[in-house]
C-alpha cells in the first residue's frame, strides 16, 4: 500500500514569508509525528498528533511553529516569519496508533526547505 | 530526559566482512529501542526495534542488533556485508512509559561505507 507522502519536495523562500508543508499518513494510522532533520544531524521530534489532537508538542521551537490535524489524517505543519535557521529537512512519519510507545513509525520522504 | 551517541561519524568495511554501528543510549527508565536507515534524498527506512524478551533482534535485510543493559548498548550488526549496505544509520529510543517526549530521539548517524 501506499506510504506516508508529503508535499512539496522541495520550498524555498524568503526570510519572514510563511509557509506550509503537507503530510498524508499511512491510511487507517492515527498517530502522526513531525520531526525536523538539520544537515549533519538526526532528527529531532517537534510534535506528535493522536487523532485530530496534539498530544505531545514539547518539541516545537518556538511560537513561530503550529501544526493541524482537522479530520484525524492529513496533518499541515505551518511556519511563520521564517528564518534562515529554519532551513532543514522535515520528516512526518505515522504509526498504527494502537500499540502505544512501542509502535513502528513509517516516515515520509521529507520536505527540504530552503529560507533565503 | 533521554539521550543516544552513535560515536562513529563512519564506518568502512570490506565486502564479504562483518560489520558493526555502534549505539549506545541514556534514559531514565526502560527503554525501547530503534535502527533506522536513510539512503540518499530518501526517508528513513526502518530495520528493526528492541521491545523486551530475547536481547538479539533479527531484522530487515539481514541485520541484526544485540540489546545489552548494563552496558546500555544496541549495536547493530551483520555477518557479511553488501556494498549495498552503504547508506546513513540512526539509532532511536523512546520511553517504555512516564515522562519524556513522546517522539524518537535519534543519534546524529553513522555513515556505513562497504568497499567492493
Known amino acids: 500500500g501506499a506510504g506516508v507522502s508529503q508535499t512539496p519536495s522541495n520550498k524555498v523562500t524568503e526570510k519572514g514569508k510563511y509557509v506550509e508543508l503537507r503530510c498524508d499518513p499511512i491510511?487507517?494510522?492515527?498517530?502522526l509525528y513531525w520531526y525536523r532533520q538539520s544537515l549533519g544531524q538526526g532528527p529531532e521530534f517537534l510534535i506528535y498528533?493522536?487523532?485530530?489532537?496534539?498530544?505531545?508538542d514539547s518539541g516545537l521551537p518556538n511560537d513561530r511553529f503550529f501544526a493541524v490535524r482537522p479530520e484525524g489524517s492529513v496533518s499541515t505543519l505551518k511556519i511563520q516569519r521564517t528564518e534562515r535557521g529554519d532551513s532543514a529537512v522535515y520528516l512526518c512519519?505515522?504509526?498504527?496508533?494502537?500499540?502505544?510507545?512501542?509502535?513502528?513509525?513509517?516516515f515520509g520522504p521529507g520536505t527540504r526547505l530552503l529560507v533565503l | 530526559a533521554q539521550s543516544v551517541a552513535q560515536p562513529e561519524d563512519q564506518v568502512n568495511v570490506a565486502e564479504g566482512n562483518p560489520l558493526t554501528v555502534k549505539c549506545t543510549y541514556s534514559?531514565?527508565?526502560?527503554?525501547?529501542l530503534f535502527w533506522y536507515v536513510q539512503y540518499p534524498n530518501r526517508g528513513l527506512q526502518f530495520l528493526l526495534k528492541?521491545?523486551?524478551?530475547?536481547?538479539l533482534v533479527k531484522g530487515s535485510y539481514g541485520f541484526e542488533a544485540e540489546f545489552n543493559k548494563s552496558q546500555t548498548s544496541f549495536h547493530l550488526k551483520k555477518p557479511s556485508a553488501l556494498v549495498s549496505d552503504s547508506a546513513l544509520y540512526f539509532c532511536?529510543?523512546?520511553?517504555?512509559?512516564?515522562?519524556?517526549?513522546?517522539?524518537?530521539?535519534f543519534g546524529k548517524g553513522t555513515h556505513l561505507i562497504i568497499q567492493p
Open positions: 532511536a529510543v523512546r520511553l517504555y512509559s512516564g515522562g519524556g517526549a513522546d517522539g524518537l530521539t
Open positions: 491510511s487507517g494510522h492515527t498517530a
Open positions: 534514559v531514565s527508565g526502560n527503554p525501547y
Open positions: 512519519a505515522s504509526s498504527l496508533g494502537m500499540g502505544g510507545r512501542m509502535e513502528t513509525q513509517y
Open positions: 498528533f493522536q487523532g485530530t489532537g496534539a498530544a505531545d
Open positions: 528492541y521491545i523486551t524478551g530475547d536481547n
